[in-house]
Structure formats: structure tokens, C-alpha cells
């Protein structure tokens, strides 16, 4: 069974609460540890960016359910692809909320100093969530 990536944006829909992201983070990390799915979810309080990494059926499977979810809207698969080995192995689903960002790395995948998902390309969005990643596990 093949490795993939699947990356995507969404944004918050007029059924998100602003606790709901608590509730998001908790079945996330649940749920993809039974099915041995990786990845890491940033969020801004307006948009989503999240990346999930497992057995490409699982990971099909689990898009389709999130997808389906109400408390988000347009979601947009940034990036999907075949892959060698995981990049988020030790983490079940990562949280980095924007506070968490550094400006200067935002910009340097972006076209202003703001987290906008939708306006990144897959690679500049692959990009930047290895970034984020090395820069949450230095701190
Ligand atoms: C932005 C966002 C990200 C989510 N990420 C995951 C995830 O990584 N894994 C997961 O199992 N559920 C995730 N969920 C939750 C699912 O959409 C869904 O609520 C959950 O699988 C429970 O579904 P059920 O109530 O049909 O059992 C996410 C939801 C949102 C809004």
C-alpha cells in the first residue's frame, strides 16, 4: 500500500464556534493514531491548512470525511502525491496556530507577511509546513 501526501486549505464556515477547534484537534489526534495517519493542522482562526500523511487509502478515506465536515467550507487540495517516507512520523496531527508562526517565514512562502493558504502553491505550501515544523521543534 502506497505512501501519500495529501495537502489542502479550507476555511472556517458560519457553524464554527471559535471552541470547536479544541474538539477538531482532540479526534484528529484520536482517530489518525488508530489509522496510522501523520501530519499537522495550522490555522489562523479564519483559514485551515492541514497535511495528511499515511496509506493513500486511508488518507482518501479520512479527506472524505473531513471534507464532509460542517464546520469548514472550500476546501481546496493543495498538493498530492506519492511519497518515499513520512515527514511528520512523530506526530499524530501537529497544532501550530499563527501565534506560533514566525512573520519572516510566512513571508518567505507567501505573497504578504499573512497566512493565506489559498493563495500558496502545493510546493510553497509543502514548504512551508516543513518549515514550521523545524522551527516548533527547535522551540
Ligand atoms: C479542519 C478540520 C480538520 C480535521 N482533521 C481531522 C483529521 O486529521 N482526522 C480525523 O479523523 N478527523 C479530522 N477532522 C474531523 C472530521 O471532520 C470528523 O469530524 C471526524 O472524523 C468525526 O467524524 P464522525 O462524527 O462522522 O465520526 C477534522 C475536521 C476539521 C474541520
Known sequence: MYLVRLIYASQISPEFKA????NILEVAQRDNKKR???GMLCF?????LQCLEG???VVNETYQLICRDKRHQNVVILDYCQ???????DW????????????QLILTYSPKNEFLPF????EGAHGMMLALRNQVEKS
Open 19 to 22: 471552541e470547536d477547534i479544541e
Open 36 to 38: 496510522f495517519i501523520t
Open 44 to 48: 489562523n482562526r479564519k483559514y485551515f
Open 55 to 57: 496509506s493513500r487509502a
Open 83 to 89: 511519497i518515499d517516507r513520512r515527514e511528520f512520523a
Open 92 to 103: 499524530s496531527m501537529g497544532y501550530v496556530p499563527t501565534s506560533r508562526m514566525k512573520e
Open 119 to 122: 493563495e500558496l502553491s502545493g
